[in-house]
C-alpha cells in the first residue's frame, strides 16, 4: 500500500534531517554535502536529494541509526518513494492501465497482434531475401509514422516534467549551465555517485563491490549504441538509398549488434544483482516499474538480435513485429516508469556541478 505523498516527504525530510546532524556518510555522494546546504529541506529540495541519490545503499549499511534503532534511519528508501514522486508530480499525468507494466504489456502485444491482423499470412510468414525485405511485411511509411506518433507525446511529456522539476530545484543561467556541463557529463559517464566514494557499491550486503556500477555502465552504453544504430539506418536510407535490412559489416548492424549485445548482458546483470540483493534497503512499491524497465529493455535487445539472426528466416516478420512492440513499450512507458531516472537524475547533477563552482567561487573570489 503506498504511502501518502505527504507523508512520504515528511518521513525523507526526518531522516535526511538526521543526516545533516550525524554526516557520517559525507565521503559516499554527493546527496549529504547538497543537504547540509539546504538546511530548510524543503520539497524542491527533497527533489533534488532523491535524484542526485544513485542508489548504492552504503549509507544503508553504513548507519548506525537503521532500524531497530528508534531514529529508523533507512535513507535509500526514503529517497526512492521521493524520486517516484518527484517524477510523477512533475508529470502530472498518472500512467493508463494501473501502471508502467500493464502499459507496457499492452503495448508489446500490440503490433504482433495488428500485424496478424493485418498482415496476409503468405506475406508474414514467408521469407524475404530481397532489399527491403523489412517493410515488404510493415511498410516503411507505418513504421515511421507509428514510431513518430507513439514518441510524440512521452517525450512531449518527458520534457514538460524536466522544465517543472527543473525549476523546483532552482533552475539556473544559460551561464552557471554552460560552465557546469563538462563537470556534469563527466559526473554522468563515470556514474560517480554510485562508486561510494571510490568503494563501490553495496550490492549483496555490507560488503563493497563494482558489479552495479559495471552492469550500469553496460546498459547505458548498450542504449545509447542502440540508439546510433537506428540513427545510422535513418541516414543510410535517406543519404545513401540503402534499405533495410543491412549487410552484416554496415553501420546500422555493426552498432545495433554492438549495442544489444551489451544491454542484454547489462540487463541480465542487473536482473542478478537485483534479484540477489537485500530487500531491506529497498522501497518495495517501486520494484515493479524498475522489473518492468528491465524486462522492456531485455525483451528489445533480445528480440532485436533474434531479427538479425533470423532476418533471411520465414519467422522474421514476427519477430520484427514483436521487436517494434518492445520499442513501443519503451516509447509509451517513458514519462511513467523507472527510465524517469535518467533525465531527472542528470538534472540533478547539473544542479550539484553548478552548487559546487558556486561554492569554489565563494572561496577563492
Ligand atoms: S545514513 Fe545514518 S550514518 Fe549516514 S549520515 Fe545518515 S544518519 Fe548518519
Ligand atoms: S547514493 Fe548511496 S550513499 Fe548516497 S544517499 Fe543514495 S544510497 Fe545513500
Not at 531497530?68 to 517516484?84: C, G, N, Q, S, T
Not at 535487445?301 to 513501443?328: C, D, I, K, Q, Y
Request: glycine share 8%.
Amino acid at each position: 500500500m503506498p504511502l501518502p505523498e505527504g507523508d512520504i516527504l515528511d518521513e525523507a525530510r526526518r531522516q535526511m534531517t538526521v543526516c545533516v546532524v550525524c554526516k557520517y556518510c559525507n565521503g559516499y555522494c554527493d546527496v549529504f554535502r547538497a543537504a547540509d546546504a539546504r538546511p530548510d529541506l524543503t520539497d524542491g529540495d527533497l527533489f533534488y536529494l532523491a535524484n542526485l541519490c544513485h542508489h548504492c545503499r552504503n549509507c544503508w549499511y553504513a548507519c548506525q541509526y537503521r532500524p531497530p534503532h528508534p531514529f529508523a534511519v533507512a535513507l535509500p528508501a526514503a529517497l526512492a518513494r521521493v524520486r517516484v514522486l518527484s517524477w510523477q508530480r512533475a508529470v502530472g499525468w498518472p500512467a493508463p492501465l494501473g501502471g508502467p507494466a500493464g502499459l507496457a504489456l499492452v503495448a508489446t502485444l500490440l503490433v504482433p497482434l495488428l500485424t496478424l491482423l493485418l498482415v496476409p499470412p503468405e506475406t508474414l510468414f514467408a521469407a524475404h531475401r530481397e532489399s527491403g525485405a523489412f517493410h515488404a511485411v510493415i511498410p516503411r511509411g507505418v513504421m515511421v509514422w507509428g514510431a513518430a506518433l507513439a514518441l510524440l507525446a512521452p517525450v512531449g511529456l518527458v520534457g514538460l516534467a524536466m522544465t517543472r522539476f527543473w525549476r523546483a530545484i532552482g533552475g539556473g543561467s544559460a551561464r552557471q549551465v554552460a560552465r557546469a556541463l563538462p563537470a556534469t557529463l563527466r559526473d554522468i559517464l563515470t556514474l560517480r555517485n554510485l562508486s561510494g566514494g571510490g568503494v563501490g557499491c553495496n550490492e549483496r550486503d555490507d560488503r563493497f563491490g563494482f558489479a552495479r556500477w559495471h552492469a550500469h555502465h553496460l546498459v547505458f552504453w548498450g542504449f545509447l549504441l542502440t540508439v546510433t544504430a537506428t540513427l545510422a539506418a535513418a541516414a543510410s536510407h535517406h543519404l545513401m538509398g540503402m534499405r533495410a535490412p543491412y549487410p552484416w559489416i554496415s553501420a546500422p548492424v555493426v552498432l545495433g549488434t554492438a549495442g544489444g549485445v551489451a544491454l542484454l548482458a547489462g540487463v541480465g546483470a542487473m536482473a542478478w544483482i537485483k534479484h540477489r540483493a537485500d530487500p531491506a534497503p529497498e522501497a518495495p512499491e517501486t520494484r515493479a516499474a524498475e522489473w518492468t524497465l528491465l524486462c522492456v529493455l531485455g525483451a528489445s535487445a533480445a528480440s532485436g538480435l533474434m531479427l538479425l539472426v533470423l532476418r533471411e528466416n520465414a519467422a522474421m516478420g514476427m519477430l520484427l513485429a514483436v521487436h517494434l512492440g518492445t520499442v513501443l513499450a519503451f516509447f509509451v512507458t517513458l514519462p511513467f516508469g523507472k527510465m524517469m531516472h535518467a533525465p531527472f537524475r542528470a538534472l540533478a547533477l547539473l544542479r550539484a556541478a553548478m552548487d559546487r563552482q558556486e561554492t569554489d567561487r565563494a572561496h577563492d573570489p
